[in-house]
């Protein structure tokens, strides 16, 4: 099982399929609520491991969610595309997109004795695109 994670924007970056280790996607609905909502919202959450660039890699994609988490919302790069697809022997079982995504956490850790990182990111779809949010899944993976 592979993730492919692209997130496009003024910086377009993708992340390398052995750095994502799982997503979790959530419908966000009030807790008062007594009845379906209009204020329904979405959350992603990618976790996975920070990898030193090698082998001839240009550049390190996740240090690139660490700056796009920095982007001040006075920027409309804030926003940007999200594309999440979980690739299971062939078939592309789930695909997320998030046409108008924001970071609202971003978290790493690292440590002297694993040698290897690990990231979380929390992102957001814009509450007021939540109709162009898109969940597909069922056919072959390109």
């Known amino acids: 099982m592979a993730?492919?994670?692209?997130?496009?924007?003024?910086?377009s970056f993708e992340l390398a399929k052995e750095c994502?280790?799982?997503?979790?996607?959530?419908?966000?609905?009030?807790?008062?609520?007594n009845a379906r909502t209009n204020d329904a919202g979405a959350t992603m959450e990618i976790t996975g491991k920070i990898l030193t660039?090698?082998?001839?890699?240009?550049?390190?994609?996740?240090?690139?969610?660490?700056?796009?988490?920095?982007?001040?919302?006075?920027?409309?790069?804030?926003?940007?595309?999200?594309?999440?697809?979980q690739i299971v022997a062939g078939i592309?079982?789930?695909?997320?997109?998030?046409?108008?995504?924001?970071?609202?956490?971003?978290t790493e850790r690292h440590g002297d004795e694993e040698g290897v990182g690990n990231f979380t990111l929390v992102i957001k779809q814009?509450?007021?695109?939540?109709?162009?949010l898109i969940v597909e899944g069922g056919y072959a993976a390109e």
Not at 3 to 11: L, R
Not at 20 to 33: A, E, H, M
């Open 3 to 11: 993730y492919k994670v692209k997130i496009e924007g003024n910086e």
């Open 20 to 33: 994502v280790n799982s997503v979790f996607l959530s419908t966000d609905i009030p807790i008062d609520s």
């Open 53 to 85: 660039a090698v082998d001839g890699d240009p550049f390190d994609s996740t240090k690139n969610m660490a700056l796009w988490s920095m982007v001040p919302a006075q920027s409309k790069d804030c926003y940007r595309k999200v594309t999440v697809e």
């Open 92 to 106: 592309t079982k789930r695909k997320y997109v998030f046409p108008n995504a924001f970071v609202v956490a971003y």
């Open 126 to 132: 814009k509450k007021d695109k939540m109709a162009g």
